[in-house]
């Protein structure tokens, strides 16, 4: 296993719409794998294939405090969504920045597993808000792009100077 980079905002790649997964393959468990270890290690509660540059409908999740509930959905879709609840979300490609979005209170997904199996989950709080974050990061979406525009350019700006300044340092 190994640690993957993760893509930072606003890196053109995270807008990259992912693909379906049409084969299950030792390549794509293997992926799996090292996106959970890359999670959890950085850490954070949800990943998607967009974010470590494979754009495969693939996402890891694991909203546990004990970190052993893993989730890996391949070619998950939202088959209904009721509700409306308001979160302070992060991503770990926009590190330090924290803000409200609002989302369906509760999803009901339908994706298949790692052995190629379909299942379907209902889920509500915060795995429900994890699911639509890290899905829409397979549509080549950002959580900030629910804020206003003012907002965003202001993120840019500061994580761009933040990789300007890092180059610097290991220059
Ligand atoms: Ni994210």
């Known amino acids: 296993m190994s640690l993957l980079p993760i893509l ?5 790649r995270l807008h990259i719409k992912a693909k379906q997964i ?12 090292d996106m959970a270890e890359t999670m959890y290690a950085a850490p954070g509660i ?14 890891v999740i694991d909203v546990s405090e004990e970190k052993n509930q893993l989730l890996t959905f391949i070619n998950p879709e939202i088959l209904e969504r009721s509700g409306e609840c308001q979160g302070e979300e992060g991503c770990l490609s926009v590190p330090g920045v924290y803000e409200t979005v609002t989302r369906a209170e509760q999803v009901r997904v339908r994706a298949q597993n790692l052995a190629g199996e379909t299942f379907e989950l209902a889920a509500d709080g915060l795995l429900a808000i994890c699911i639509q974050h890290e899905l829409d990061h397979l549509d080549g ?4 792009e ?12 500061k994580l761009t100077k933040q990789v300007k300044h890092h180059e610097r340092v290991i220059a």
């Open 8 to 12: 930072r905002y606003p890196d053109p």
């Open 141 to 144: 979406k950002v959580f900030v």
């Open 46 to 59: 949800g990943l998607a294939a967009t974010q470590v540059d494979h754009h495969i409908r693939m996402v």
């Open 146 to 157: 629910y804020l206003s525009r003012l907002k965003q350019d202001r993120i840019k700006t």
């Open 22 to 33: 049409t084969h299950i393959d030792a390549g794509i468990r293997q992926l799996a794998a």
